[in-house]
């Protein structure tokens, strides 16, 4: 069964007034964790609720997981309650990174049944189509339902140690180039890729607005660069966010994906220096 994927502004805007619709703004910057809030204080398209990925789509941090775990189901089903999502709400969801970083809420809330689209070149996609905004805060009308979370995407670590030797799928790196190569490591104590991983940035899936690539053009650039591998693809990156990017794109494109280890390099990077404090223990 096809994925729902894309939404573009004008379609949006058609279905602004929608009864079962929630919106969800996802900005997020790495670097200011206060920022996101902030922008989408100054200003969001009418009716969007904002939902903080550090915070209600990620876990917290601890010493054996990356950056972004994923929240415990029952959090996360206490959130989208909060956010009035439920199986029967249609939901759309942008950032300001061509969805970088809403595809994670997009890959987190359609494996589990929900109808959600991401916005195809985010909020400047809306402002310069010259659609309306607001500012300030709106608050949702809590769901009648809580919904049951289960993560049956998710590859855990244990998969992918017990993958190096039993090669069962083929990992994806979205990361920059030059991060999988180890040659400009900013964010993580350790440099490199995990072992067998190919490397495909999640911004080649954009073009120069902004905007995802054609289908067709997508569907090109990914057969061409997994024409040789058979194993089914799991894709990751530096802490589980933007590898959903390759998900989605790959979706768009009419091609299956779903499989993200969300601990991704971060995670990874912790595992080797936790082998070196042991050889040298």
């Known amino acids: 069964m096809a994925l729902p994927t894309l939404i573009s502004a004008a379609q949006l805007h058609e279905i602004l007034e929608q009864n079962d619709l929630v919106i ?83 890959w987190m809330l359609v494996q589990q049944g929900i109808e959600v689209f991401v916005l195809d070149g985010g909020f400047p996609a809306w402002q310069r189509a010259g659609y309306a905004i607001e500012a300030g805060c709106n608050q949702a009308t809590v769901a009648e339902q809580r919904l049951t979370i289960s993560y049956p995407w998710l590859v855990s670590e244990d998969d992918v140690v017990a993958n190096l030797e039993a090669e069962r799928f083929q990992l994806l790196d979205a990361r920059a180039a030059d991060r999988f190569q180890g040659e400009n490591e900013t964010m993580d104590p350790v440099a490199g890729h995990i072992p067998g991983a190919v490397n495909r940035p999640f911004m080649q899936n954009l073009n120069e607005h902004g905007l995802m690539k054609a289908p067709a053009l997508l569907l090109e650039e990914w057969t061409s660069l997994l024409q040789d591998i058979e194993k089914p693809i799991v894709y990751y990156c530096g802490s589980g966010v933007t590898a959903c990017h390759n998900v989605l794109a790959m979706n768009y494109a009419g091609l299956e994906a779903k499989h993200v280890y969300v601990g991704s390099w971060s995670q990874w990077a912790k595992r080797i220096l936790r082998k070196i404090d042991e050889a040298n223990a």
């Open 24 to 106: 969800l703004d996802s900005r997020f910057y790495l670097t200011d964790l206060q920022k996101g809030r902030q922008q989408y204080e100054l200003g969001h398209i009418p009716g969007a609720l904002f939902v903080d990925l550090h915070h209600q789509l990620a876990g917290d941090e601890t010493e054996q997981t990356g950056r972004h775990p994923l929240p415990e189901p029952s959090e996360l089903a206490d959130t989208l309650m909060n956010l009035g999502i439920d199986s029967q709400t249609q939901v759309v969801v942008y950032d300001d990174m061509g969805g970088a970083m809403a595809a994670r809420a997009w």
